[in-house]
């Protein structure tokens, strides 16, 4: 079985007996945007907190 199916169940299985399709799908869409947040970090491709304060401070 695939990596990403046994992800996905494994999700599932971690939902409350009456959870529904916008909980599955959501919780889908966090771990996915989890692991592409981690990846970018791992790639060095990310802003410091002061240099994103900097860019929408209004001075």
Do not use: N
């Not at 939902?15 to 981690?38: C, G, H, N, R």
Request: charged content about 35%.
């Amino acid at each position: 079985m695939s990596m990403v199916k046994d992800e996905a169940k494994k999700i599932i299985d971690k939902l409350p007996e009456f959870a529904t399709w916008d909980d599955v799908m959501y919780q889908i869409y966090v771990k996915k945007k989890i692991e592409t947040s981690i990846k970018t970090a791992e790639e060095g491709k990310v802003i410091s907190h002061e240099d994103v304060k900097s860019r929408f401070m209004v001075q």
